[in-house]
């Protein structure tokens, strides 16, 4: 359980970026929906410990977040909006090195986890292939193993089908939604189908405040 509570941060340049956050997220998939600018991404900084609030606090299965931010990162997986990656490196590189990089260090188990998060991502088949040289739809796919390499509890995922056409979105709901049955996964989106495909329950963010929460036939019927 992911408990966010009087999450506030303003930016130097004054503006008020979160005033007053508290939510309460269990397992499964959480849609965080919002225009942009409401606020999104400095939520998702701040829950992965890239930032910090100027109040309010966050714990993890009781693990308080801000105070421990080593401990939590072991079980998180972040998926920011813009990830990099490593010209011409391939999937399968790409992803052990990233792997050593989580600390898993034994070769043979490293190698085995790779193997199924290329297969769970269907890309088993491009793994030689540059990540570099994908499409919009391939790299948010490696993405996703990429930030479920050391299996975390915790998956955040920024805006991942921004730009998407309709059937890479569909494939990237199937991998979302399959995802979602081990892990809690907060997705933030400002397409109200992301999160009316699935999620289960979600929360409307405006202007750094949440406006309202819960199931998405309720709320977005109320849009
Ligand atoms: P979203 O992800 O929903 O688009 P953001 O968290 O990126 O929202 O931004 C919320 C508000 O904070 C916006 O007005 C944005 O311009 C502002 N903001 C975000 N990052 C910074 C920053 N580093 N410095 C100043 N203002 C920022
Ligand atoms: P998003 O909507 O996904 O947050 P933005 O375009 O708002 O994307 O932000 C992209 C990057 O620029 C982020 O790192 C954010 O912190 C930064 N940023 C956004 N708004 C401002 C701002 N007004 N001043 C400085 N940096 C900003």
Known sequence: MLRISAVSKAYPNGVRALQGIDLSIDRGLFGLLGPNGAGKSTLMRILATLQAPDAGQVTFDGLDVLAR????RRHLGYLPQDFGVYPGVSAVDLLDHLGLLKGLTNARERREQVDALLSLTNLHAHRKKAVSGFSGGMRQRFGIAQAL???PKLLIVDEPTSGL?????QRFHNLLGEVGEN???????????DVRQLCPRMAILSEGRVLCEGAPEALVASL
């Not at 056409?165 to 979105?169: I, N």
């Not at 892990?183 to 189908?193: A, F």
């Open 149 to 151: 390499l050391g299996n």
């Open 69 to 72: 931010p080593q401990a939590h």
């Open 183 to 193: 892990v809690v996964v907060l997705l933030s989106t400002h397409i109200v189908e």
């Open 165 to 169: 056409d309709p059937e890479e979105r």
